[in-house]
């Protein structure tokens, strides 16, 4: 069974930062691609970062590209979600999830098969 956690999710002010972290379980964690998403609630969820399984290959969605940094561990079977220049605008739901292949093609939500119960973001004006 892939089992996922999230932390770090919290109330933050604008401009503020956060890091997120997932620690799985249940796979050979290495050998997997993993990615961040996020939902707003009444929204679709969407992708914000994916990270290959080497560290070598990141995507980032143009609205956190330049301000997210997407890492991983892979001694520690954890990866993580560094937010920086917060904005109201991300405040969401953030899921880590990991993949069901060493490489993806696109940051999609088609290509993930494990998912954690998700973290609370909150960023006041």
């Known amino acids: 069974q892939i089992l996922l956690m999230e932390s770090g999710g919290g109330l933050v002010q604008s401009g503020g930062s956060l890091t997120l972290s997932c620690t799985v379980s249940?796979?050979?964690?290495?050998?997997?691609?993993m990615g961040w998403f996020r939902q707003i609630p009444g929204k679709e969820r969407e992708a914000v970062s994916c990270?290959?399984?080497?560290?070598?290959?990141?995507y980032y969605s143009e609205s956190v590209k330049g301000r997210f940094s997407i890492s991983r561990n892979n001694s520690a079977n954890t990866f993580y979600l560094r937010s920086n220049i917060l904005e109201p605008e991300d405040t969401a739901m953030y899921y880590c999830a990991a993949a069901d292949r060493r490489e993806f093609a696109y940051c999609s939500e088609s290509y993930f098969k494990g998912w954690g119960q998700g973290t609370q973001v909150t960023v006041a004006p």
């Open positions: 990270i290959n399984w080497t560290g070598s290959r990141t």
């Open positions: 249940g796979l050979s964690f290495g050998d997997y691609s």
